[in-house]
């Protein structure tokens, strides 16, 4: 089964913090993506990567940055944490492009 | 560019009844076609998928979908809904036009009651 995990389910940070949210996978999947959950909107994705160091941007990549050095790690960044940053952040990979993507479990982020 | 809806935000149904989940899409190519479920406090678990091929689609825990080229739709179906099977359900597409992104409807939460 492919696993994917979160460093964190729950965390609270105050504004203009900086945030690291991460990601692995153990299925040497190519793609890796980032997701914000909010109600009413679905899923809206922020940022995706093919490749080790390579990322594309998403529909929502302000107030973001990602990281990927690793094929199996990729990391999600808010250099300056804000209000409207509070949501629940999901991770995914998925191994060519038709294929399904797998989900971690979520982190759901707080900033005050 | 591509898009999906979920027209309903909730759908009822009594356990042992026939459910729906509908989806309607709207891409420029071929679409890829996907369903997810995501139970309380949980990340999404694949349904199933609409790649090509026979319209009718069997996935997990006996959902099924059916693409309908002309009506642009892909709901998600079951014969006998269960109380466990309450739960908040995505669908998504992916225009073979397009590169690796994954548009998500807005979410469909099904309750089943007993």
């Known amino acids: 089964d492919v696993k994917v995990t979160q460093s964190s389910r729950y965390l609270v940070k105050r504004t203009g913090e900086k945030v690291f949210l991460e990601c692995v996978q153990d299925?040497?999947?190519?793609?890796m993506f980032w997701y914000r959950q909010d109600p009413g909107l679905g899923l809206r994705l922020i940022y995706f990567s093919y490749d080790v160091k390579m990322k594309e941007k998403g529909d929502i990549p302000e107030g973001y940055s990602v990281s990927r050095e690793k094929k199996e790690r990729f990391s999600l960044i808010l250099e300056s944490a804000s209000t409207n940053q509070t949501s629940m952040y999901l991770c995914?990979?998925?191994?060519?492009?038709?294929?399904?993507?797998?989900f971690g479990p979520g982190t759901r982020l707080t900033v005050t | 560019a591509q898009s999906v809806a979920q027209p309903e935000d909730q759908v009822n149904v009594a356990e042992g009844n026939p459910l729906t989940v509908k989806c309607t899409y709207s891409?420029?190519?071929?679409?890829?076609l996907f369903w997810y479920v995501q139970y309380p406090n949980r990340g999404l678990q694949f349904l199933l998928k609409y790649i090509t091929g026979d319209n009718l689609v069997k996935g997990s825990y006996g959902f099924e979908a059916e693409f309908n080229k002309s009506q642009t739709s892909f709901h998600l179906k079951k014969p006998s809904a269960l109380v466990s099977d309450s739960a908040l359900y995505f669908c998504?597409?992916?225009?073979?036009?397009?590169?690796?992104?994954?548009?998500f409807g807005g979410g469909t939460r099904l309750m089943v009651k007993p």
């Open positions: 995914a990979s998925s191994l060519y492009r038709v294929h399904e993507q797998y």
């Open positions: 299925m040497d999947h190519e793609n």
């Open positions: 891409v420029s190519g071929n679409p890829y």
């Open positions: 998504a597409v992916r225009d073979s036009n397009a590169g690796n992104m994954l548009t």
